[in-house]
């Protein structure tokens, strides 16, 4: 079967590209391996400057104002008049979002995996598809990726527990004795919790980093007992999404913050990017454009402070105080 445009994945990159093409009369097919849409190792923060302000509010969990920043030695409270972070959860956001890429005309169909790509086909256990235009959306671990012999290097690795509970405060933890550059998180849902840790896997071995969110759980006394462990990998080694009839988005494309593991705004903007560049190739891709550019800099910041544990913690240290004394933005460490 032909489709002038076929995307592998169902994440909120792919979801957001369909979405735009079929709202725009384009002849689209999305393939996604799992059997439904939405399930995604993730703790769900969206940021106002991002995604928050643009999706409908039965979508979020909770809103916060408030950002909590604790480093070893300084703690603090940042305020908005604004949510700075929301939460949500990401199968309902994965079904508002296949919905509306459904409703547009978009061919989604599930429990599909592409195996094999050649230069005009796709290969799945479900037969053949060939395609003008091919999506790479297909997540960390892209075949898209590997098919066009992109090179990943920078990957971060991010490991959480869902903690049952009423947790009123969103918290970032930075200690570089812990987790280097990277942090450990309080994201709290309507009833439960998204406690983990996120980390640069040349900085911190996936084990040392799951142990140390486990002493750092302890000391914060919560319990992660019947808990299940969830861990998934965040690729940020940008190095081009269009490849001529081929484009990667998402974290295919390597377009997460290695600084925060932020990955769901940056998927679907290039998702949409994307959509319009395939609808007309002289697309303005600034917007995008602007987000790479702050996406460079969060991996400049991590190889930096990451080469060295003193530069490391002297760095956090002067982040969190800058922030205190507002001399930086949160904006900063935000995709949006
Ligand atoms: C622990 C953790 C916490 C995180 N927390 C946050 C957060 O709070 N906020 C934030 O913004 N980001 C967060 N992220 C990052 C975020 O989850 C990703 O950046 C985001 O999901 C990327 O979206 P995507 O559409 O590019 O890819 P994905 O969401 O990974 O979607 C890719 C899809 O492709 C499908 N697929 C893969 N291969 C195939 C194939 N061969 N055939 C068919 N389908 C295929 C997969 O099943 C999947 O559904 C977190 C990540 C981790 C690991």
Redesign the pocket.
């Known amino acids: 079967m032909h489709y002038h445009t076929i995307i592998?994945?169902?994440?909120?990159?792919?979801l957001a590209c369909a979405a735009t093409l079929a709202r725009n009369g384009g002849n689209v097919l999305l393939?996604?391996?799992?059997p439904s849409i939405g399930s995604?190792?993730?703790?769900?923060?969206?940021s106002w400057s991002g995604l928050a302000r643009n999706i409908p509010e039965q979508l979020i969990e909770k809103h916060f104002p408030e950002q909590y920043i604790h480093s070893a030695w300084q703690k603090i409270r940042l305020t908005s008049s604004h949510p700075i972070i929301s939460t949500i959860n990401r199968e309902k956001l994965g079904q508002w979002m296949a919905n509306e890429a459904s409703m547009a005309g978009a061919d989604i169909q599930t429990n599909?995996?592409?195996?094999t790509i050649t230069d005009h086909e796709i290969v799945t256990d479900s037969g053949n598809f060939s395609y003008d235009f091919l999506v790479g959306?297909?997540?960390?671990?892209?075949?898209v990726r590997r098919y066009l012999n992109v090179g990943t290097e920078s990957i971060g690795i991010?490991?959480?527990y869902h903690i049952p509970g009423n947790y009123p405060k969103m918290i970032w933890h930075l200690d570089q004795k812990l987790f280097n550059t990277g942090y450990a998180w309080i994201?709290p849902h309507k009833e439960r919790a998204?406690v983990?840790a996120?980390s640069y896997r040349k900085d911190l071995t996936p084990s040392i980093l799951r142990e140390n969110l486990h002493h750092w759980m302890e000391k914060c006394g919560i319990n992660r007992k019947d808990a299940k462990p969830?861990?998934?990998?965040?690729n940020f080694d940008y190095r081009g999404y269009d490849f001529g009839n081929r484009f990667l988005?998402?974290?295919?494309a390597g377009l997460?913050s290695g600084l925060t593991?932020?990955?769901?705004?940056?998927?679907v903007l290039s998702?949409d990017t994307v959509a319009h560049r395939i609808l007309n190739p002289d697309f303005d891709d600034s917007t995008l454009s602007g987000l790479i550019k702050k996406q460079k800099s969060h991996s400049r910041l991590l190889r930096l402070t990451g080469s060295n544990k003193i530069i490391c913690k002297i760095v956090l240290e002067s982040l969190v105080a800058a922030l205190r004394m507002r001399l930086v933005n949160f904006n900063l460490l935000e995709m949006g």
């Open positions: 592998i994945g169902g994440g909120p990159g792919g393939l996604e391996k799992n995604k190792v993730c703790a769900g923060g969206v599909i995996r592409v195996h959306a297909d997540g960390s671990n892209s075949l991010g490991f959480q994201f998204s983990g996120y969830e861990a998934a990998t965040i988005v998402g974290d295919a997460a593991g932020e990955g769901i705004y940056p998927a998702g």
